[in-house]
């Protein structure tokens, strides 16, 4: 074994077929060999008894007793190159040798009674010697042979196993390129969470070498502020075998922080146990002042459709506020009159005072809400009641209702609960659904013109806002489209409004949307979470 170890090692690179090749013709070279009595195994017996017999009568002369022991070498020789045939036939030339010139009577055929033990023993001996030779050479070609294929065998896995590492290098070469060439950095973790590969890309832009990136050190290259979250929604993926996402800042080699969007898959084995952790981070600093630019440009289109929207309102304003203003003259003269009186009349004055403190207060408050909606403010969140939000608007557009002919009713949830968000948005998200909903009713029946405005607990954790008017309604394209910036069904709309009011709604995690009213008209409905906003603005 040790042999064919050693030749298989030295003919690790020879291919199979060359092998067979060779085997073939060490086989060939055996057999030819063997062969070197070409008249086959009857010869074979014939030549080897012969020349045994021949030395025999030559050697008996010194011995008293027969010397038979040449023809056992005879037998042995004529089944080791003759097979079993040459073997018997070898016994049985033997044993008319044997009982011609050896056994008494000697010269003739025949055996004594004295002899005849001896003579059966002999022709005994010589059957197993050529069984015994027979059987052995039989076993040595078997043995040979077995060799020869187990070689073969050790050759072909050789190359197999040889042609299967070389294809796996060249996988890892070409996976190790990919990995380098692609435009991501890209790193692996073990199911601990210790990062134990990251790309040269990767390495790159932090400025720092594997070994400084393994364990939890790769937590220093991301931004102070962001770790905690981080390493938390790390360890929370670990445990749970989710996919790990967000977006934080990496430092850069240079000190510089950049925002990237990081995402890590497990790697599942069989039973679904996880063998190893994947993850990519893409650079998203464009797509983050790209945002940032959006959000004021939102910001600057919302604080101009409040100012369209004043502007269409002007008339009710001046109404809102000659009110108060004309009481205030009214009182103010009144109180004059009541202090020049004989004697003056000081409780009739002192009561006119207060009116007119009261009538200033109001003037003071419309003011204070007009400025509120043309102010260009960051928003600013706080605990407020939706419902009060409501009512100040409906006083606010009563006069612009009577101009228009429209009667706006309030349905309100006198349990509604408190939500946490911007006032002066979510105002501006009113105006725009009510303003939409009285352009809406321009064409209709004076008389059928009516907008309601409702509130309600949708779902036990959410606020549900309503609009509802009596227009000619919407379909199911108009519907979807309504919320497109741009995209307006009035001749002079600029489109805007309700794309504006969707993005407040959903700054405030809720949603906006219409549909058509089955008694004919729109409703526009927006959802508000109670806990969500809350935590969000807390």
Sequence with gaps: MCGVVASVKSDAAESPDRLRNRLGGAADARQAEAGKFPFGPYTVALFFVSLACLFELLFQRFFPYPFLILFFAAVIASAWFGGTRGGFFAVLLCTLAVDYFFVPPLDRFGVS?????????????????????????????????????????VTERTSELEKSNNELREHEHQLRLLTEVIPQQIWSATTDGTIDSCNQRLLDYVGRTMDEMRDERFLETIHP???KSFRNLWREALASGKPFQGEWRVR??????????TRSVPLHGEGGKILRWYGTNTDIEERHHAEQALMQTQAELAHLSRVLSMGELTASIAHEISQPLTAVVSHGQ?????????????????????RIVQDGTRAGAVIGRIKALYKKEAPAKGWL?????????TVFLRDEG????????????PDLPQINGDRVQLQQVLLNLVMNGMDAMAETDRDSRTLVISSSKSDGDKVMICV???GSGIDADTAEKLFDPFFSTKPRGIGMGLSISRSIVESHDGRLWASARPSGGTIFQFEIPIRTAGANGQ
């Excluded at 001996?125 to 070609?141: D, G, I, P, T, Y």
């Excluded at 009641?385 to 608007?393: F, K, R």
Aim: aromatic residues 10%.
């Design 252 to 261: 850069a080699s240079d000190g510089q922080y950049r925002w990237f969007f």
């Design 385 to 393: 009641d939706l419902n009060e939000v409501i009512q100040e608007l």
């Design 225 to 227: 502020d962001d770790r």
């Design 402 to 413: 009577i101009r228009r002919h429209i009667t706006v009713r309030t349905e309100l949830d």
């Design 468 to 470: 509802a008017d009596c």
């Design 334 to 354: 009144a109180c004059l009159e009541w202090l020049a009186a004989q004697p003056p009349n000081l409780d009739r004055a002192r009561h006119t005072l207060d």
């Design 113 to 153: 009674a004295a002899a005849v033990t001896y003579f059966i023993a002999f022709v005994a001996c010589a059957f197993v010697a050529s069984w015994m030779s027979s059987s052995l050479k039989n076993s040595q070609e078997v043995i040979k042979h077995a060799r020869d294929q187990l070689e073969i065998r």
